[in-house]
């Protein structure tokens, strides 16, 4: 079934959500990769505010190519997840509602999601200029030294993501395998 979801996310909104839902996202999303991921914990380690409000947000892990004349942003696919799972589950438990990546997570990240009321999302890997049609606004927010790895708030509109651990910890990736039974 495919919905569209306004951002930031409800909590009504999560609870609706079921693994292998198709979504398409209207609002603020912002970027964050493994650097920023890492000087983010870094910051919090220190006590000091993060550079960015994450309360209710959802964060794409991705870094993008430079934009085309006439466009917000280049390429614009996802990075692997799994790679932000050590950092991850401080920022839920910071607030962050949701994450969009590629790939499979982590049993602490799974443990998070649950423990938070959140969702993790998956985007088409591979398909970072389709995706880069969706974002109608970027802009550094934070960082602006680690180039494609700086958050960026990011504007979407329709951006398409796929349900892939919803708040109840229900795996998409292990009902997938159980259902076509291999690995």
């Known amino acids: 079934m495919d919905r569209h979801l306004k951002l930031p996310l409800s909590d009504n909104d999560i609870k609706s959500l079921r693994i292998g839902d ?67 589950p401080a920022l839920l438990d910071l607030g962050l509602k949701g994450m969009i990546g590629k790939g499979k997570r982590s049993d602490a990240v799974k443990d998070a999601i649950v423990r938070n009321g959140c969702v993790y999302f998956a985007a088409v890997g591979g398909a970072g200029a389709l995706l880069s049609k969706a974002i109608t606004e970027a802009e550094v927010v934070a960082y602006e030294d680690l180039g494609t790895e700086a958050i960026r708030r990011l504007t979407v509109k329709d951006f398409p993501v796929i349900v892939v651990i919803d708040k109840d910890g229900n795996d998409l990736y292990k009902e997938a395998i159980k259902e076509y039974g291999r690995e």
């Open 22 to 88: 198709y979504v398409y996202l209207d609002g603020v999303v912002y970027t964050a990769r493994d650097a920023a991921h890492k000087r983010m914990s870094e910051a919090l380690s220190k006590g000091e505010k993060l550079p960015v409000d994450l309360t209710g947000a959802v964060v794409y892990y991705m870094g993008p190519s430079p934009a085309r004349e006439g466009r917000p942003i280049g390429s614009a696919g996802p990075t692997t997840a799994s790679r932000m799972d050590k950092y991850a």
